[in-house]
C-alpha cells in the first residue's frame, strides 16, 4: 500500500496550457510538501502546507497554486504551462511540521514542449 | 546560492569495500543534517540523520561524521552492496525566518555505484 502517491506519473502539454498534479498520503501526517527538481538536479521547496495550512511558499511564479482539500492531499495546479516548468515533481509528507524525516512520492515528469 | 553542496557527481566503489560521500554546507544555522537515498523513477527515502551537536551517527552499516568546524559531513557506508547502488542527497534543516517551521535544502546528490 503506497504511502504517498502522485498522479499522473508522467505529463507532458503544451506551452500555455493548465495542468494539476495530485497527491495523496495514508500515513496520518499533519504536513505535506511540494518539490521540484530541475534540469540540473537540485531539488528545492516549493510549498509546505500542514493541516490544510500554507505555511512554506518559497519564491515561485504565481502561475502555481497548491491546494489542499484535507491534510491528506496536497494537489499542485500550474497555470500558462511555460518550457522552464519542465521538470520532475516530488510531493512528500511529514508527521508534524517540525519532523525532519520527510517520505516523498515517486515523482511526476513534467515535459511542456 | 548553493546552501548544501555535494561536489563529486559520481562515485564507484567495488562491492565489498567502503563508500565516503562528502557535503559541504555554508549555513551554520542548520539544526539537522540528513542523508537521503534515491532510485530511479521513485521518490527520495530518508536514510540517516545527524543532529548539529553530534559529531557522529551509526545506523547498521551506514554512519554520518559531522564536522562542524569545516562545515563538513560524511557518510560511510561499510561495506558497500550492490543495492547501494543509487543517487544520495544531503539534506541540512533549518528553522525559517519565523520560526514556524522547518526547511530542507538538499544539495544535488552523488551518484554510487558499486560493482
Known amino acids: 500500500d503506497t504511502a504517498v502517491s502522485q498522479t499522473p506519473k508522467y505529463l507532458v502539454t503544451q506551452m500555455g496550457n493548465d495542468k494539476s498534479i495530485k497527491c495523496e498520503q495514508n500515513?496520518?501526517?499533519?504536513?505535506m510538501y511540494w518539490y521540484k527538481q530541475d534540469s540540473k538536479k537540485f531539488l528545492k521547496i516549493m510549498f509546505s502546507?500542514?493541516?490544510?495550512?500554507?505555511?512554506i511558499n518559497e519564491t515561485v511564479p504565481n502561475r502555481f497554486s497548491p491546494k489542499s482539500p484535507d491534510k491528506a492531499h496536497l494537489n499542485l495546479h500550474i497555470n500558462s504551462l511555460e518550457l522552464g516548468d519542465s521538470a520532475v515533481y516530488f510531493c512528500?509528507?511529514?508527521?508534524?511540521?517540525?519532523?525532519?524525516?520527510?517520505?516523498f512520492g515517486p515523482g511526476t515528469r513534467l515535459t511542456v514542449t | 546560492d548553493q546552501q548544501v553542496k555535494q561536489n563529486s557527481p559520481s562515485l564507484s566503489v567495488q562491492e565489498g569495500r567502503i563508500s565516503i560521500l562528502n557535503c559541504d554546507y555554508t549555513?551554520?544555522?542548520?539544526?539537522?543534517f540528513l542523508w537521503y537515498k534515491k532510485y530511479p523513477a521513485e521518490g527520495p527515502t530518508f536514510l540517516i540523520s545527524i543532529s548539529s551537536i553530534k559529531d557522529k551517527n551509526e545506523d547498521g552499516r551506514f554512519t554520518v561524521f559531522l564536522n562542524k568546524s569545516a562545515k563538513h559531513l560524511s557518510l560511510h557506508i561499510v561495506p558497500s552492496q550492490p543495492g547501494d547502488s543509487a543517487v544520495y542527497f544531503c539534506?541540512?534543516?533549518?528553522?525559517?525566518?519565523?520560526?514556524?517551521?522547518?526547511?530542507?535544502?538538499f544539495g544535488k546528490g552523488t551518484l554510487l555505484t558499486v560493482n
Open positions: 549555513n551554520s544555522m542548520f539544526d539537522y
Open positions: 539534506a541540512a534543516l533549518s528553522l525559517n525566518s519565523g520560526g514556524s517551521n522547518y526547511k530542507l535544502t
Open positions: 500515513l496520518g501526517h499533519d504536513t
Open positions: 512528500a509528507s511529514s508527521q508534524y511540521k517540525f519532523s525532519y524525516e520527510q517520505y
Open positions: 502546507y500542514n493541516n490544510k495550512e500554507l505555511i
